[in-house]
């Protein structure tokens, strides 16, 4: 629901007072493999009883709400498309039809929702769509918050006539 919803996401384990240290690392392994749909989200270790940690998540909060709300301006997104591509191009579609991606754009924030035009958007694997999500998360942060990736149909322009009208 924490992805499907947008929502940016500090996962909190509390009762660092009562784990061991040699145990902690070990806790949060754990939390990771049982939220691995939140593995994009940074994980903090408070203690209510002793307060210690708490003071740090207003500054986490505010960190992962400056990451959903980035934006990145659809230049740069090209580039990083272009050398993503040209070191690994989307994989061919059904019935080996080559999938291209034209360009990028970010439409919204909250979440970054980045819109790719292709030339066959249903062809483009999970996988991918994966994938350019971890390199946009390596290439521009977006800690704590999700990344919805969108495949649309592109559209070629249209010559026009004299007059605006166009020819089909």
Do not use: C
């Not at 924490?2 to 145990?23: C, Q, W």
């Not at 940074?42 to 210690?52: F, Q």
């Not at 592109?154 to 010559?159: A, D, F, L, M, P």
């Amino acid at each position: 629901m924490i992805e499907e919803a947008g929502r940016a996401t500090v996962v909190v384990l509390n009762k660092r007072d009562v784990v061991p240290r040699a145990e902690v690392d070990k806790r949060v392994e754990n939390t990771r493999e049982t939220l691995p749909f939140l593995n994009w989200a940074p994980v903090m270790l408070t203690s209510a009883r002793t307060g210690a940690g708490v003071a740090a998540l207003p500054e986490a909060a505010a960190r992962v709400f400056a990451a959903a709300s980035r934006r990145i301006s659809t230049g740069e997104l090209n580039r990083f498309l272009e050398a993503v591509v040209a070191d690994k191009p989307p994989p061919a579609g059904p019935n080996g039809r080559h999938v291209k991606l034209y360009f990028a754009t970010q439409p919204q924030v909250r979440p970054p929702t980045i819109v790719f035009s292709a030339n066959h958007p249903t062809a483009v694997p999970v996988s991918y769509r994966r994938f350019l999500s971890n390199q946009l998360r390596a290439a521009y942060g977006f800690e704590g918050t999700p990344i919805r990736i969108v495949m649309r149909e592109h559209r070629k322009k249209r010559k026009q006539m004299p007059g605006g009208r166009s020819r089909d």
